[in-house]
């Protein structure tokens, strides 16, 4: 063992240069950084995590102080609040919100990389730009648009509308993503596809979708984690408390002094992640695969 | 099936001019016709139109006399082996001989029969189960194929399939591409650029350049034949040596008097009419004898020696610079910046008319 050991030192392997001094010092400058880095990312999160499980604590999150495990804070949030509602708004909305964006840019995203049809460049360039208008500059519109359009359909509900709204804001750049993508799949296996008696339709669902399938993964991840972020939309489009998704629900627990609930609203956060979690693991291989390999000579 | 081409043209969409007209072409059922022509003469868009992967601007396409243009791609019982393979990545194997048949919606029990049958003929029993990516680039090649078998198509698209296929495996899957265009029974259309592969799989050859027919014909025809200047660059490697003059009392002259030929009496017949025209004389590299003539002889200087085993190439140079390539036999002796005699066969004259370029 010892022996091996020596000659392993003695044989420089790594395939990069050996370390000068200066680069030995930057090198060491960078860890310092990183760590650093880490550390104002970490120490936040550490202390949500341990205000939630803290008896101790009060209405407010005080730092330091006696340590007593408990899961008041928890009990508090699952009985004193909404908190289930929360999450079952949340989750609806931001599953919703995934399929939706899926759809709709499952075919924008395809249309654009495979037809030529007039039009297609302008168009492209004007819903990346409409992207630059922040989503909120739209409030005043979609709230007419909301009462409008509920007059009709007496079920349109607000947060059926937050869906659209979401779902509508991930388009543009979604579309970009997938259709960069699939310029990437080669055209002629949707030749082959086409002379194998494929319509357009069936190339993309049988062909196209499970090649991009990485990458509509992602596309997935973000547009179902974009409800569980956002703070804003539902509070002003939403005006009943059962009604809140998480961010805004929990957003209830700490924004005036009545209903102060500080580590209530740690725990909250804490659970928040658990879904996304999920979500994260189950995609997981989706995400690192690369199918494509072995399409054409590779 | 019989496939027919009638003064066929495409135009693409944004374009200013056509990118080939006038394409009329009959390939009788059962042969296997290959259309070659240098990149971008064409070639992949005139079988993508009669696969119907392009449209068809203008003209007719005919299978046994039916009119295809408008005929779906999958409705036209064809089938087509692409350049990449185009293999579907996330099905095995099996799964993509099966896929043109599932799609048809055919028995289980067919399908599963056709593809053993054509797994068993291209030898890739053992990958059925594998995925494209985990097999090589020659069995991929044979999925492409067994693909197109299962499909019992009457016409046989391919286009360049054996581009990506190292040397040796190019030759060895030639043979069998012939051999299995003979057990199929099928009509087959071949894309390629290479005219080594065309020179010996062809019943007919098709030869492109911009987008024109230069000529149409069996193998030995384009070789011994061609019919006009940029056929006979094209086929034969070297290049044939083409040399500019005109013909002055029955003999061909250079503008230089280095080359003084006297053609056979069937040249000089045809050559009768061209007397004191520009004409251009082609000759292959093969058809040089060695040593001091009477007539018809060249003296030039070795530059430089391809030594291919059986035969050399000598790339040698007229006094005034002007190159020819002689191929020798491999035993004889020759070196550098020596000068050497050599004369022509005169039965090995190619003419062309300078003017319009074609064959005299």
Partial sequence: MSRKKTKNDALYLSDRQPLTTAKLISLIISYILLIFWAFVILWPLAQIVMSSFNGNQGSYISIGGEYKFSLKHFTYLFNETYFWNWVLNTIVVAVATALLTLLIVSFTGYAYSRFRFSGRKASLMTIMLLQTVPTFAGITAFYTLHSIVAAVIPGFTRQLFLILIYAGGGIASNTFILKGYIDGVSTELDDAARIDGCGNLQVYRLIIMPIARPMLAIIALWSFIGPFLDYMMPSILLNDPKSYTLATGLHTLINDQYNMQQPAFAAGGLLTAIPIVILFIALQKELVSGLSSGAVKG | ?360
């Fill in chain 2, 1 to 360: 099936m019989k496939v027919e081409l009638v003064n066929i043209g495409k135009k693409y969409e944004g374009r200013e001019s056509f990118t080939i007209r006038n394409i009329d072409l009959v390939i009788e059922s059962n042969q296997f016709c290959v259309i070659l022509g240098p990149s971008g003469c064409g070639k992949s868009t005139l079988l993508r139109m009669i696969a119907g992967l392009n449209s068809i601007t203008e003209g007719d396409l005919l299978f046994d006399g039916k009119r295809m243009n408008r005929v779906e791609p999958k409705d036209r019982e064809i089938a087509m082996v692409f350049q990449s393979y185009a293999l579907y990545p996330h099905m095995t194997v099996y799964e993509n001989m099966a896929f043109s048949l599932k799609m048809a919606k055919e028995r289980k029990t067919l399908i599963h029969e056709r593809v053993l049958e054509a797994a068993k003929t291209l030898q890739i029993e053992e990958y059925l189960y594998s995925k494209p990516s985990e097999i090589s680039g020659g069995q991929r090649q044979r999925v492409a194929l067994g693909r197109a078998m299962v499909r019992k198509p009457a016409v046989f698209l391919m286009d360049e399939p054996l581009s990506n296929l190292d040397a040796k495996l190019r030759e060895h899957m030639r043979v069998e591409l012939v051999r299995l265009h003979q057990a199929l029974n099928t009509t087959s259309i071949y894309v390629t650029h290479d005219q080594t592969e065309a020179m010996t799989m062809a019943d007919i050859i098709v030869l492109l350049d911009q987008g024109k027919v230069q000529q149409v014909g069996a193998p030995s025809e384009f070789y011994q034949e061609p019919a006009n200047l940029f056929v006979a660059g094209f086929i034969g490697s070297p290049t044939m040596n083409i040399f500019n003059g005109r013909i002055e009392n029955g003999l061909f002259r250079t503008e230089n008097d280095l080359i003084l030929v006297e053609p056979n009496e069937e040249d000089a017949r045809k050559l009768k009419d061209y007397e004191g025209k520009e004409v251009c004389m082609g000759i292959r590299s093969e058809r040089f004898n060695a040593g001091k003539a009477e007539k018809n002889g060249i003296t030039v200087n070795i530059d430089v020696i391809e030594m291919l085993g059986k035969e050399q190439l000598l790339y040698c140079k007229f006094p005034d610079g002007q190159e020819v390539v002689i191929s020798e036999p491999g035993h004889f002796e020759y070196g550098l910046n020596e000068d050497h005699n050599f004369n022509f066969d005169v039965d090995g004259l190619h003419f062309f008319d300078a003017e319009t370029t074609m064959r005299i």
